[in-house]
């Protein structure tokens, strides 16, 4: 199994930027997909974004698009998300999870994942 770590979460007023970020301990990520979700309480997982290994598209949530980042180094042992402009609403626990090769899949899905990191908080003060 992965173990996913996320970092770079805190407080930040509105407006300002965060640069999160998710490690894969001790092994590469697995050669599906990683992705970044974040979920406030009584909400369900929201996508933000996510990137396969292979190739270099990545799809934003309309919700963080032209406004977050993702990227990736190129050991694959660690995944960013920038966040930039951010706003009181993005407030929440953000994730990063990794997803096994498979034949079918839909990462925007949280439920399709099969590693979970434990979050960072992340609050934006208005």
């Known amino acids: 199994h992965v173990k996913l770590v996320e970092s770079g979460g805190g407080l930040v007023q509105a407006g300002g930027s965060l640069r999160l970020s998710c490690a894969a301990s001790?092994?590469?990520?697995?050669?599906?997909?990683v992705g970044w979700f974040r979920q406030s309480p009584g909400k369900e997982r929201e996508f933000l974004a996510f990137?396969?290994?292979?190739?270099?598209?990545?799809t934003y949530g309309d919700s963080v698009r032209g406004r977050f980042v993702m990227s990736r180094d190129g050991a694959k042992k660690t995944v960013y998300l920038e966040m930039n402009s951010l706003k009181p609403e993005d407030s929440a626990l953000y994730s990063c999870?990794?997803?096994?090769?498979?034949?079918?899949?839909?990462?925007?899905?949280?439920?399709?994942?099969?590693?979970w990191g434990q979050g960072t908080q992340v609050t934006v003060s208005s």
């Open positions: 001790g092994r590469t990520f697995p050669a599906g997909a």
């Open positions: 999870a990794s997803m096994l090769p498979r034949l079918r899949s839909n990462p925007t899905m949280a439920r399709e994942y099969d590693y």
């Open positions: 990137m396969r290994w292979t190739g270099s598209d990545i």
